[in-house]
């Protein structure tokens, strides 16, 4: 456990262990403005009466689950970076099974889900996803746009797709339209 900061002006380590945030995730919020910060030269410094606030709204607001799923480890982190936010929760499935597993079995709101995976693809995952929840939105990322499992994921309900490699900015706007950001 990291000790307390002897002032209430924290750094972006000091703001890091605070919250029991990755100090890239705290940067890259910062960076964003969607944490309360300020630049003193090229280092960044928190208030901890104004972090308190903001995790006190934060707590108020209601948080979007969002899960990736996809085999490809590198892939699936980018992809889980490029939506964090406010209220924001991501989960991560590295497969098929995992990906039905988490999706039916926790309170998901949007599931990013790619097709070729190992132990079930990502068809068959939609599959069992849209069968237990059709109400829940996927958007499929693939490589693949043109191949049978596209033909088969076609048949059994609506979805978004996406083509990799993907623009992670407009990535981020289909994202954001679905869960309301």
């Not at 309170?107 to 069968?131: F, K, N, S, T």
């Not at 049978?148 to 490699?165: A, C, H, R, S, W």
């Amino acid at each position: 456990m990291s000790p307390e900061p002897a002032s209430d002006i924290f750094t972006i380590g000091e703001v890091a262990a605070y919250l029991k945030l990755p100090v890239s995730t705290v940067y890259r919020l910062a960076e964003r403005r969607e944490i309360p910060g300020h630049k003193v030269g090229r280092q960044w410094r928190f208030q901890r009466p104004v972090i308190d606030e903001w995790l006190r709204k934060r707590s108020e607001m209601r948080t979007t689950t969002i899960l990736v799923a996809d085999d490809d480890d590198d892939v699936r982190q980018v992809l889980a970076e490029a939506l964090e936010g406010p209220a924001r929760r991501l989960l991560q499935a590295k497969n098929g099974v995992e990906a039905v597993q988490l999706a039916t079995g926790a309170p998901v709101d949007l599931v990013v889900l790619d097709l070729l995976m190992p132990e079930m693809d990502g068809v068959e995952a939609y599959r069992r996803i849209h069968a237990a929840r059709p109400e829940l939105p996927v958007v499929i990322v693939t490589g693949h746009t043109e191949s049978d499992l596209m033909l088969k994921v076609l048949e059994i309900g609506p979805f978004t797709v996406l083509q990799k490699p993907l623009d992670i900015q407009k990535f981020r706007k289909v994202i954001d339209l679905i869960v309301g950001a």
